[in-house]
DNA sequence: GCTAACCGTAAGTGATGGCTTACGATAACG
DNA sequence: CGTTATCGTAAGCCATCACTTACGGTTAGC
């Protein structure tokens, strides 16, 4: 799979729209693809890019099938930002802000 | 710019290299691009795509330039993530979460 | 079983991203 | 000043992305 990543799963802005949509709850392809001004197949692919990425999680449901936020992958999302924001103070905390002016 | 938000930034493997190094604290073009396997104007390139993100902040030191982190980039993106989270739990706890099967 | 609903995938297309080399601008240095 | 170091930008190329339409597979309902 092309999406290396969570960061490159979230860079598109169509997948977004969709993980706001899932924050509600659980959503069929169709539910999402309704609110949305592309078509469903691309949100399929879309889902597909979420999956692939762990941040979404998907399930049968009938004959349809029902897509639901993924707790882990978003979890590591934000451990990430937030250990490179630990470090990034620990280490020079300084350097790191935005009012510094000596090096 | 291409680079409406900072998750596009965040997407691409060398950027998160760059910011990596920056995490250490400031360095000049030439330093960040000597540990890179891509060209020093590469390296510029991808911190003119950080800087738009308001990943990083940059300022002139003599005839070189000195990249450091950007805090409220930084910041803005984590804070984007913490809310989504905590909406997603406030909202939907169960179905956010993995272990859930029922709708 | 036939039909309809729901969905994933394949194929093709236009746009964008990341890279390179070449060039020009600016600042220290002698 | 002329030279060197440092950097940003322009132009071009190739890969990837996001999208569309077309199609096939699976499930429910009659």
Redesign the pocket.
Known sequence: M??DNAF?AM??P??RTVLERLKAGPR????I?AGL?????????????LKAADLVR?E??????LYRLHAPGLQALRAYLDDFWDEALARFKDHAESEDERD
């Open positions: 092309a999406y490159a860079a598109d169509t997948r069929t392809v169709g539910d693809a001004p592309v078509s469903r197949p691309a949100v399929s692919q879309h889902l597909k890019a998907d049968p449901r009938g004959a349809a099938r």
